[in-house]
C-alpha cells in the first residue's frame, strides 16, 4: 500500500492542477507485477490527494533533502534506481515515523515482507528455495553456538552469508535482544541497495561472496572452469556476444526462478542407501558422524533427523533426489548431448562415493579412540562418538571457557569432511580438475595419511599413562 500512497503524492505534485492525466496511467501501467487491486487504489488514493494537497510540503523531501547531507552515496543509488523512477521512495521501504537526526531509530528497516508488497511472485518463489533456510540451518548447527555474536548476528562470519531466508518473530526478537538491528532483509543479498538492479544478481559475482571458500568455493571452481572462462572470454570481447557459457543463475536459478535446490545438496549424503554394501555401510558411518543415526543401533536419531528434514538439508526419497537432477540434467543438454551431460553427472556422483570410502574409513578410526575411551564423550556431544555438526569446537569446546579443550584428530576429521570431501566432489559438477584432485581427493588422502599417524601416537601415549 505504500507504495499507491506515498509514491505518487510527489508526481501528482508536478502534474499541473492535480488532476490524474495520461502521464499518470503510463506510470502505472509500467509497472509490471503490481497487483490489479494495488493500482486500482492507487489511481483512487492519488485522485483524492491531488485534489486536497497540491503544493503542500511533503515528509518524503525531507528525507531526501536531509539524507543527500548525510548519506550522499545512498541517495544517488536509490536515484539510479528503478524504484526513484516509479516513485518507491525512502518512506515507502523505512516509514515515515523518523524525521530528525535524533529519531533515526524509529526509521523502520524492511525485511522481505516489504518487497512482497510489490514483488510476490519472486518473494513466493524464494521462499520456496534453500536460500529461505539460510538462517534457520545456520542456527540449527551446535557449533554455531560457540562462536562470539559478532560473527553470527552481526554479520561478519556465518551471520553475514547466512543472512538468507525470512525470519521468524521470534528470530527477529532473538536478534534484537542482543544487540543487533541490522540485516533484516535477503533480497538485498544479490541485488544490493540501494540500486536494487536486476542485472548485478545476473552477474555470477553476486553470488561470488558467500559461494567461494573453505566448504564451498564453487566461484573458484566455476570462475577457472571452461565455462568460467567462456564466461570472461565473453565479457572482454573475445567471443561473440551470442557464445555459449553457463552462469550460476543459468544452472542454479533458471529462467529467473529465485527458488534453489539442489539434487545431494551441501552435506552430500541423501537416502535410500546404495545398492553396494560397502557404500551403503560407508554412508552410514558418515550419517552417525552427523548424529542423524545412533551410533550403536543404526537407528535414527529423531532429534537431529527431523532438523535435517525441517530444513530440507538432504535428499530423504528417490523422488526429491532425482527431480532435482532431471532439472538440472535438462540444462546441460541445452549445449551438451543428453548422453555427454549424464556421463560427467554420474561422474560426480561415483566419485562422491569413492571419497565416502576414505570417509568411513577415517571416521571409524576416531570413533575407535572414543569406543576405547582415549578420547572422552563431551557433554554437549549426542554420541560417545565424533560429531561433524561440532565445527572445529571439537570436544565441545566453548568460545570463551575451555579452547584448551579441542581435540586435534576430530579437527583433521572435520577438515576432511568440510573442505576436502567437499572440493572433491563439488569440483566434478563445476568441471574443475584442479579442485577435484589437488584440492580435493589428494588432501582426503592426506588427511587420513594424518589420522592413522595420530591414532597411532594417541594410543602410544594413552598405554604409558596407564
Ligand atoms: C533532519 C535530517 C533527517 C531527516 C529529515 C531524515 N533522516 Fe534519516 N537519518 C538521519 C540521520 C542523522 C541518521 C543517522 C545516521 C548515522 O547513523 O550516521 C538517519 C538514519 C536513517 C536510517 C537508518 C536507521 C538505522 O537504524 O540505522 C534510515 C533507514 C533513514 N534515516 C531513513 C529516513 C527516511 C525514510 C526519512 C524520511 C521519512 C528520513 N530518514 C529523514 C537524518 C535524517
Ligand atoms: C525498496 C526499499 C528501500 C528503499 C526505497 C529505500 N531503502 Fe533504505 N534500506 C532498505 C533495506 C532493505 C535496507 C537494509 C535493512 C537491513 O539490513 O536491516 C536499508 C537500509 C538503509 C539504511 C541503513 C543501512 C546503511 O547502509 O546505512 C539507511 C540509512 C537507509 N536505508 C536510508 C534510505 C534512504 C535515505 C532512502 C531514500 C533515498 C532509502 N533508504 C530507500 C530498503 C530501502
Ligand atoms: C511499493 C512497491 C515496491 C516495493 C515496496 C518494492 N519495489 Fe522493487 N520495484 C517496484 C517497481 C514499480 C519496480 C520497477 C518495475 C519495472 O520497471 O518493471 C521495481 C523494480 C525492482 C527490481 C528490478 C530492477 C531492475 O533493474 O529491473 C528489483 C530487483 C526490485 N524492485 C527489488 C526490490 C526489493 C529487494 C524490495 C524490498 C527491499 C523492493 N523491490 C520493494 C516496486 C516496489
Ligand atoms: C562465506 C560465506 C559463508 C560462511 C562464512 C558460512 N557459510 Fe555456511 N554456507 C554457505 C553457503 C554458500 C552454503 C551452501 C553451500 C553448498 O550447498 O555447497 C552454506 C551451507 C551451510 C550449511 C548446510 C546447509 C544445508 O541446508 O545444506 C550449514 C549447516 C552451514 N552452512 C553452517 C555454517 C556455519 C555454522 C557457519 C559458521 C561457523 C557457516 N556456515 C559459515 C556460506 C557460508
Ligand atoms: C540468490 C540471489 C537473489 C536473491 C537473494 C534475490 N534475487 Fe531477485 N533476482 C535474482 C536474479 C538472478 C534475477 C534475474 C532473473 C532473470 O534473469 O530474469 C532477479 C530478478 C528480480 C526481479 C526482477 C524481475 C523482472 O524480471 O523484472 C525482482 C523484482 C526481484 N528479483 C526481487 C527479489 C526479491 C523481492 C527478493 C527477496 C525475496 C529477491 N529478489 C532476492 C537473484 C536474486
Ligand atoms: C549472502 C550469501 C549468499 C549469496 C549472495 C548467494 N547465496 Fe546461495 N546460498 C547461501 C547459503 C547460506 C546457502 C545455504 C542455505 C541453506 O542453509 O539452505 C545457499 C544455498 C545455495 C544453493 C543450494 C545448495 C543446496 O544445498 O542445494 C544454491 C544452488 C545457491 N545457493 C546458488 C546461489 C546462486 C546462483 C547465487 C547468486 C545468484 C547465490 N546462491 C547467492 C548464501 C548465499
Ligand atoms: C554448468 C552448470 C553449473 C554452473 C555454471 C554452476 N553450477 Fe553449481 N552445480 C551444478 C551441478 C551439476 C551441481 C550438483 C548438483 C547435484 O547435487 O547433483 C551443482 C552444485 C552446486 C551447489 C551445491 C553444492 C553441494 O554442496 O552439493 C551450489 C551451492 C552451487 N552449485 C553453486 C554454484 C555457484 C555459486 C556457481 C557460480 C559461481 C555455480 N554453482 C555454477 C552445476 C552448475
Ligand atoms: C550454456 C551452455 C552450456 C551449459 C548449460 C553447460 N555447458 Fe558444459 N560446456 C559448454 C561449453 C561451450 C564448453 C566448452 C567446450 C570445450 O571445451 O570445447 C563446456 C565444457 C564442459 C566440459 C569440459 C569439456 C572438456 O572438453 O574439457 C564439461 C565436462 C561440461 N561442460 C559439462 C557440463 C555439465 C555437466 C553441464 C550441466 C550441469 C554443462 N556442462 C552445462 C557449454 C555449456
Not at 558418515?286 to 543415526?293: D, F, Q, S, T, Y
Request: one cysteine or more; charged letters at 25%; hydrophobic letters at 35%.
Amino acid at each position: 500500500m505504500a507504495w499507491g500512497r506515498r509514491g505518487h503524492r510527489t508526481r501528482l505534485v508536478e502534474i499541473q492542477g492535480g488532476r490524474i492525466d495520461s502521464r499518470t496511467i503510463q506510470v502505472v501501467s509500467m509497472v509490471k507485477g503490481v497487483p490489479m487491486k494495488r493500482l486500482l487504489s492507487l489511481l483512487l488514493v492519488g485522485a483524492v490527494m491531488g485534489l486536497m494537497l497540491p503544493g503542500m510540503v511533503w515528509g518524503e523531501d525531507n528525507c531526501l533533502e536531509c539524507h543527500k547531507k548525510e548519506s550522499p552515496g545512498m541517495v544517488n543509488d536509490w536515484s539510479l534506481s528503478k524504484h526513484a523512477a516509479n516513485d518507491v521512495t525512502c518512506s515507502t521501504c523505512h516509514g515515515d515515523a523518523h524525521k530528525t537526526a535524533a529519531d533515526y531509530l524509529k526509521a523502520k528497516l524492511p525485511d522481505e515482507s516489504v518487497c512482497a508488497e510489490c514483488h510476490e511472485e519472486q518473494f513466493e518463489s524464494f521462499s520456496k528455495g534453500k536460500h529461505n533456510f539460510g538462517w534457520t540451518v545456520l542456527n540449527a548447527i551446535p557449533g554455531t553456538h560457540f562462536a562470539p555474536d559478532e560473527l553470527i548476528e552481526g554479520g561478519r562470519g556465518c551471520g553475514g552469508c547466512h543472512n538468507m531466508g525470512i525470519k521468524s518473530e521470534a528470530q527477529k526478537k532473538e536478534q534484537l535482544d542482543k544487540g543487533y538491528r541490522y540485516q533484516t532483509n535477503s533480497c538485498d543479498e544479490c541485488h544490493t541497495r540501494h540500486t536494487f538492479f536486476k542485472k548485478e544478481a545476473q552477474n555470477p559475482r553476486a553470488c561470488q561472496q558467500c559461494h567461494m571458500g573453505y566448504d564451498h568455493p564453487q566461484w573458484e571452481m566455476w570462475s577457472s572452469s571452461k565455462h568460467g572462462e567462456r564466461y570472461f572470454a565473453k565479457l572482454a570481447g573475445d567471443l561473440p556476444d551470442g557464445a555459449s557459457a553457463p552462469t550460476c543463475q543459468h544452472c542454479h536459478l533458471q529462467n529467473g526462478t529465485h527458488e534453489n535446490k539442489t539434487a545431494w545438496g551441501f552435506l552430500g549424503v541423501r537416502l535410500p542407501l546404495p545398492e553396494d554394501p560397502q557404500a551403503a555401510a560407508d554412508r552410514v558411518t558418515i550419517l552417525k558422524a552427523l548424529g542423524v543415526l545412533v551410533p550403536e543401533t543404526g537407528e535414527p536419531f529423531e532429534p537431529i533427523l527431523n532438523a535435517v528434514k525441517a530444513v530440507d538439508m538432504a535428499r530423504l526419497d528417490e523422488a526429491s533426489w532425482q527431480k532435482e537432477r532431471d532439472k538440472m540434467l535438462n540444462t546441460c543438454s541445452e549445449c551438451h548431448s543428453t548422453e555427454y551431460a549424464k556421463e560427467q553427472l554420474e561422474a560426480g556422483d561415483a566419485i562422491l562415493t569413492k571419497a565416502d570410502r576414505l570417509m568411513a574409513e577415517a571416521i571409524e578410526i576416531v570413533a575407535g579412540l572414543y569406543a576405547d575411551g582415549i578420547i572422552k564423550k563431551p557433554e554437549s556431544y549426542p554420541f560417545n562418538y565424533p560429531f561433524i555438526l561440532a565445527l572445529m569446537h571439537t570436544n565441545g569446546a566453548n568460545w570463551d571457557e575451555n579452547l584448551q579443550d579441542l581435540s586435534y584428530i576430530d579437527q583433521v576429521l572435520l577438515q576432511m569432511y568440510f573442505k576436502h570431501r567437499m572440493r572433491a566432489y563439488q569440483a566434478f559438477f563445476h568441471v574443475n580438475p584442479d579442485y577435484a584432485y589437488w584440492y580435493g581427493w589428494n588432501m582426503m588422502t592426506e588427511d587420513l595419511g594424518e589420522i592413522i599417524e595420530l591414532d597411532k601416537s594417541m594410543r602410544a601415549q594413552h598405554a604409558m599413562k596407564k
